[in-house]
């Protein structure tokens, strides 16, 4: 039952993953989610079936187009594939249970704002507000302990980003702010910082790497949400091991 559920998620995930491009791409560009139909932005060809099964049709296609040969980005094959393994590792990581759906609504959220920021470095304020209402629900239903920590983390989060972009002079976007109250919402108080560490930590760490081989120019910006999607979840399937790890070194 457990291994039909993991695949059944994974599958799942898959096709969220899929919808998930197309709602990062359009809503930014306050575009319809629904009309027109997906098409090659190159040549307009409205895709089929065959253009459309997540992965499969990027590695089947050869990441080109059927019609022009235009590439397509492989920003989309990697959304729906770690869409998909992350469905299926929240379900392994806590269960069947109402934290699942705290955990499959915070990895929605998190892979909309990856393809949004990815593309544009926004973070549309219609999908914080939509994944406020259904993650706020949702913990309500399954709480931290103490309860209260999640309001506490909430504020925290955005108060702390909001403060270094004032004190930076706007070297913090309004939209990660915004994103770190919903982050604080979901991990409480102490694994929110924790996830922020993280997020700065491996923001340095690639960022610095990128201007040492000329993939990244000094002075450019470039979208930290990413960065912030992968401190979080570490944080939220981690974050009491990294915790209690870091606590042994004193």
């Not at 296609?61 to 992350?86: D, V």
């Not at 934290?99 to 544009?120: C, G, K, P, Q, R």
Request: hydrophobic share 55%.
């Amino acid at each position: 039952m457990e291994t039909i559920l993991l695949i059944y998620l994974f599958i799942i995930g898959l096709l969220l993953g899929s919808f998930f491009n197309v709602v990062g791409l359009r809503i930014p560009n306050n575009e319809s989610i629904v009309k027109p139909r997906s098409h090659c932005t190159s040549c307009n060809r409205t895709l089929t079936a065959i253009d459309l099964v997540p992965v499969f049709s990027y590695i089947f296609l050869k990441g080109k187009c059927r019609t022009c040969g235009t590439k397509i980005s492989a920003i989309y094959p990697l959304i729906e594939l770690l869409t998909g393994l992350l469905f299926a590792f929240s379900f392994y990581k806590v269960g069947f249970n109402q934290e699942l759906i705290v955990a499959l609504a915070f990895v929605s959220l998190l892979m909309i704002i990856t393809v949004s920021d990815i593309h544009y470095m926004l973070i549309p304020d219609k999908v914080l507000l939509f994944f406020l209402v259904i993650l706020g629900i949702a913990r309500v239903c399954s709480p931290v302990t103490p309860w209260w920590d999640s309001i506490i983390g909430a504020i925290v989060g955005f108060g702390l980003l909001a403060l270094i972009a004032i004190v930076s002079k706007g070297g913090m976007g309004g939209g990660d702010i915004k994103l770190f109250f919903l982050i604080g919402l979901v991990l409480g108080t102490k694994e929110t910082l924790l996830a922020f560490f993280l997020s700065t930590l491996i923001g340095a760490v690639i960022g610095g790497f990128g201007m040492l081989i000329g993939k990244i120019k000094r002075n450019k910006p470039i979208p930290f949400g990413p960065f912030i999607v992968i401190g979080s979840l570490m944080t939220y399937y981690y974050g009491d091991t990294i915790i209690e790890w870091y606590l042994t070194l004193f």
